[in-house]
């Protein structure tokens, strides 16, 4: 399993960015996927999920209706749409993949969630 994160690097405070997950090697349309982000000397945490089929979203308080989260099952992929950016936002993302089957609910708990990517990271500069 391979899940990829592409969309990194530097944007002023107020701009926009979209960050793209492509999976690799599983069955994308039975994982759940999420986005996690770790600041630096902070520990990760969830900002937003998506269901397998894309009917049911959650977010993280602070990213509420700043950033949507979307996927793309024919295309194995994942986005996450992040507006209105603040220095806070700066992290390392991370996109995982969390198998759950039989049910509509989204995850927001990082040790449910079965493979990772390698993270990318962006700045936002003021």
């Known amino acids: 399993v391979q899940l990829q994160a592409f969309g990194g690097g530097l944007v002023q405070a107020g701009g926009s960015l979209r960050l793209s997950c492509a999976a690799s090697g599983l069955t994308f349309s039975n994982y759940n996927m999420g986005w996690f982000r770790q600041a630096p000397g902070k520990e990760r945490e969830f900002v937003a999920g998506i269901n397998r089929s894309g009917t049911r979203k959650a977010y993280e308080d602070s990213v509420e209706g700043r950033f949507t989260v979307s996927r793309d099952n024919a295309k194995n992929t994942v986005y996450l749409q992040m507006n209105r950016l603040n220095s806070e936002d700066t992290a390392v993302y991370y996109c995982?993949?969390?198998?759950?089957?039989?049910?509509?609910?989204?995850?927001?708990?990082?040790?449910?969630?079965?493979?990772w990517g390698q993270g990318t990271m962006f700045t936002v500069s003021s």
């Open positions: 995982a993949a969390d198998l759950r089957l039989g049910t509509t609910i989204v995850i927001t708990s990082a040790r449910e969630y079965d493979f």
